[in-house]
């Protein structure tokens, strides 16, 4: 008679250690959601700015945790977004909350989607044009 592959250790409680080893030691070998969140953003920026690069200026982009929101805010919402114009000699700023955003987000479509919508909204806002004008795949409030 032939015994049953085991696939626990003998108390039951299965492998221990990762199931995946890192590619170089020392460091984690699956990303954290910060870092797909950054690399999401960074190619959604990448691609609008070299874009619009010669019409924007100099623009900093830029991912925070969450917003600042003062103690008298009194909006039930918290900002997805913020930009703040340059000025003299000051970049322009356009700034992600990644928590607010992931919070409305229930799957990775709609997350780049949503990414995608902020980005080119507020880039068409500094440029003063429609966002559907900023990149084609841009869908608007539909």
Known sequence: MERPRRTRDRRGRGMRGPGVRPEHPGTPALRTKRERFDDLVLGIVTEVDGRWQDRLGLVEYAVEDAPQVPDDWDTGT?????????????????????????????????????????????????????????????????
């Not at 918290?78 to 003299?88: A, E, I, N, Q």
């Not at 700034?95 to 080119?120: K, M, N, S, Y």
């Open 78 to 142: 918290v900002p997805l977004s913020s930009l703040v114009r340059g000025t003299g000699g000051a970049p322009t700023r356009l700034v992600l909350f990644r928590r607010p955003i992931e919070h409305r987000c229930e799957t990775r479509g709609d997350l780049e989607a949503l990414v995608l919508t902020l980005v080119v909204e507020q880039v068409a806002e500094l440029l003063g044009i429609d966002a559907s004008e900023v990149d084609p795949r841009y869908q608007g409030d539909d």
